[in-house]
């Protein structure tokens, strides 16, 4: 089974029913596995052939779906890169991914050239929308065929090269199979279960492993309807689910605040929602509070990392909802808490997460050597800290990484931002470790403060001794109007720590 045939399944069976609503407009089961077989084998006249990679630089679009659900028919690998990036950002993937076609928008023309330029080997250049001069529009794709190659794909075939957002260094390359992507799908339905009734609000970005996931290949096995629209803005979440009678959301925790907000100060009829999820950043207690309260609708999160296709843990919310917790391991797979030592930790005790399953990645695209440092023993070393309770739900501590050495004591930040999370006042908070000379390392709390919040460094810092063992308390606070984030909402930890490396020279602890 591949991505492909799963598509093919389900236009078969369900023919005129609709899979997408873009803004609006309805594109049924059979008329999408038309348009993606066409491109496959359109893109196969011109010479993309088995094992090719075709970079895709697109928003959320239906060209971005019949790509994803294409190239498997001729075993193309689609290589999803978000368009927020800059172009050398662009060119270094577009480079490293050996990529010789390129699909994207309109309004990246002018780059196209200047992309040859620095890829010769850069052989197709697709557009969406009007397209522009001396290259070709996406619609030629399009275009009616009457052969399709018989092109033998396995489950084992490579479907992907997707690249981490390089938030602790150069993006690497994952590379994920058909078996990968189709077995993490089998797993979800079982924790996010739906069917064929069900509509999803798509509002992740489709460049992201997990929107692929959650908000193409889960609703397309249920047989579900996918509501999507090319020009997302968190106001008009509300408005989408009230107006299309949306059931199934995901999202990233900063949306939810924002959605939160919006109910507030001005009502919507959500009464179609019976299930939103949260994932791809750590849920704040705040947040989850506040949307039990406001938007009143079950809440699941779940946990995940592109290394293992999406998620290897999400709560079900049948099961006692228990908020800090990011649920059991999914099906088929196995998760360890080890010790610096190797050896599993007991019950409670916080290890790196170890995940092996049918899920696990290949490997980082040409890169053995990253590949043999996270591939060790059958089980994927996540970098990620964790424990488990005496119910076998796993908790997310922190990355290794990031863990905070003050003085031989081990500080985990995410246990302070827990704390800050719910500090009234405080909109967002970001807790790194600086260099100091006596005790190794300090502790910073960053902060964004709450609209009319007069927050002072002393607050923060005594609201946490009300809260944490003195040790783990914040030493230093700054203050700042926007913590900066990655495309996928995840708050840049590296760069902050950055920012402030040479505090504790500028100024002493309070």
Request: charged share 20%.
């Amino acid at each position: 089974m591949t991505i492909t045939h799963l598509l093919e399944e389900r236009a078969c069976s369900l023919k005129d029913k609709a899979f997408l609503i873009c803004d609006g407009e309805e594109y049924s089961y059979t008329l999408v596995n038309e348009m993606a077989n066409r491109v496959a084998v359109n893109l196969a006249a011109r010479g993309v052939k088995k094992g090719d990679k075709v970079l895709i630089v697109l928003g959320n679009c239906v060209e971005f779906v019949y790509l994803m659900l294409g190239l498997g028919r001729i075993g193309a690998l689609m290589v999803p890169v978000n368009p927020l990036l800059k172009p050398q950002e662009i060119a270094y993937i577009l480079d490293n991914s050996d990529a010789e076609t390129l699909v994207t928008l309109a309004d990246f023309a002018p780059l196209c050239e200047h992309a040859k330029k620095l890829v010769p080997r850069l052989k197709h250049i697709f557009i969406t929308g009007d397209g522009a001069e001396g290259l070709d529009c996406f619609d030629v794709l399009l275009e009616p065929v009457s052969e399709f190659p018989a092109i033998p794909i396995t489950a084992e075939d490579e479907a992907a090269i997707i690249y981490t957002s390089g938030t602790t260094g150069t993006p690497k390359g994952v590379v994920l199979t058909h078996r990968n992507y189709l077995s993490n799908t089998r797993m979800l339905m079982h924790v996010i279960p739906m069917a064929p009734d069900d509509r999803f609000l798509m509002v992740l970005p489709l460049f992201h492993v997990n929107a692929q996931l959650t908000s193409v290949l889960v609703p397309l096995s249920a047989g579900a309807t996918v509501i999507m629209t090319r020009k997302f803005a968190p106001l008009s979440i509300l408005p989408f689910i009230e107006k299309y009678r949306a059931t199934v959301m995901s999202a990233v925790p900063t949306i939810y605040m924002v959605m939160c907000r919006m109910m507030q100060a001005e009502p919507r009829d959500i009464s179609s929602i019976r299930l939103f999820a949260s994932g791809a950043a750590p849920l704040p207690e705040s947040i989850y509070l506040a949307t039990q309260e406001i938007l009143k609708k079950p809440l699941i999160m779940g946990y995940g990392l592109t290394e293992a296709t999406c998620a290897s843990a999400v709560a079900d919310y049948r099961d006692p909802i228990r908020w800090d917790s990011v649920g059991p391991p999914l099906r088929y797979t196995s998760i360890r808490i080890v010790g610096d030592d190797g050896f599993e930790v007991p019950v409670g005790e916080v290890g790196e997460i170890l995940i092996a399953g049918p899920t696990v990645m290949k490997g980082y695209y040409k890169d053995p050597e990253a590949t043999a440092e996270v591939l060790k023993g059958g089980w994927l070393h996540t970098g990620d800290l964790g424990r488990f309770d005496e119910d076998g739900y796993l908790y997310i501590v922190g990355r290794l990484k990031d863990m905070i050495i003050r003085g031989g004591q081990n500080i985990y930040p995410a246990q302070v931002e827990n704390v800050l999370s719910v500090m009234p006042g405080v909109e967002e908070c970001c807790v790194v470790g600086v260099h100091e000379e006596r005790w190794g390392q300090e502790v910073l709390a960053v902060v964004k403060r709450a609209n009319g919040s007069a927050l002072s460094e002393q607050d923060v810092i005594e609201y946490c001794r009300q809260h944490l063992a003195t040790y783990k308390c914040p030493r230093f606070v700054e203050f700042m109007d926007e913590l900066p984030k990655t495309a996928t909402g995840k708050i840049k930890k590296p760069e902050i720590a950055e920012m402030f490396a040479d505090l504790v020279s500028r100024r002493k602890p309070s």
